[in-house]
């Protein structure tokens, strides 16, 4: 007992005398050694697991590996970007700071700090490298004129910023109140095939969820879903079942990385509905997935589609 009020005292007397700012920065400090720490000891199980592996694909990330630190993209194309060459913009008219991605604004936050911005978008850049296990449509999976796209997921839209002038219609779904005053600026120019729904996509309906099922019958129009949502993927599907048993012309992008037996789950359900369906080339380490276990290695997504 004496112990542990010297130890409370100690702490209290340190909280008094030494200043905020260099408690925080210890416990930063902690926090990355404690990163490092895991991270390296991830790298070192994928390795050993993998060793004796004579898939291609799977080489290709341990031969990565064996040179580089564990990281969510193990390939060099992630090297070719650098978060310090991404410059950033204020708007005066919003008070929003933007990117230009493919010589066109892309809005963020109001709240997020240049910093803030060069990460995120550096993480934009390559989930959609051309290389990268996280590409949405590729050449031979593509959108065109007559496409309406649900972007379910859509955060602060890059991928659609991507296709706008290329389809004709896009419906936006993002819950986070946040996102809607950049989505707005970013999709200003196109407001007219844009529509931003600030809810987000499960299987039931509330002031702050919605149905896909539900949401489609008033809009039969959509030919493509694009569905990153967090680990909620498996919800979607759910709620869009009858869609996607009945109708054709339709394509589907829809992320496996989240959550273990993902894509093994998502490719028996879509081809169950009749889905001509494969996954992305290579593979993520999604590390943030407290979860994550052997083997290690996750596809990014799977792109299914089901024509007449």
Request: proline fraction near 3%.
């Amino acid at each position: 007992m004496l112990k542990k009020k010297a130890k409370n005292w100690l702490i209290y007397i340190i909280k008094v005398v030494v200043p905020n700012h260099f408690i925080n920065k210890i416990k930063r400090k902690r926090q990355r050694n404690k990163l490092a720490q895991f991270k390296a000891s991830l790298r070192n199980n994928i390795l050993t697991y993998h060793e004796a592996n004579n898939d291609e694909e799977i080489k290709e990330v341990v031969t990565y590996l064996q040179k580089n630190p564990v990281s969510v993209f193990p390939y060099n194309f992630a090297k070719k970007y650098k978060k310090e060459v991404i410059e950033v913009y204020f708007d005066q008219s919003n008070g929003l700071r933007y990117v230009m991605h493919q010589n066109k604004r892309l809005y963020f936050k109001k709240n997020m700090t240049d910093k803030a911005i060069k990460s995120l978008y550096y993480g934009l850049l390559l989930d959609q490298d051309k290389n990268s296990p996280h590409l949405y449509i590729t050449d031979n999976f593509n959108l065109d004129r007559h496409d309406v796209v649900a972007d379910v997921g859509a955060a602060e839209g890059n991928f659609s910023l991507s296709i706008i002038e290329s389809v004709r219609k896009i419906y936006l779904f993002e819950p986070d109140e946040e996102w809607i005053e950049p989505l707005k600026a970013t999709f200003e120019p196109w407001k007219d095939k844009v529509v931003i729904i600030n809810k987000f996509v499960t299987n039931f309906e509330s002031e702050s969820t919605i149905s896909m099922n539900s949401f489609y019958k008033k809009n039969p129009d959509i030919t493509f879903f694009k569905v990153d949502i967090e680990g909620e993927e498996q919800n979607f599907l759910n709620s869009c079942e009858s869609i996607l048993k009945k109708h054709i012309n339709l394509k589907i992008a829809i992320c496996t990385y989240h959550k273990q037996d993902d894509e093994k789950a998502f490719m028996t359900q879509l081809k169950s509905y009749g889905f001509t369906a494969q996954t992305s080339r290579g593979y993520m380490i999604y590390m943030y997935d407290k979860n994550l276990d052997v083997p290690y290695l996750r596809r990014g997504l799977i792109r299914a589609q089901k024509t007449c």
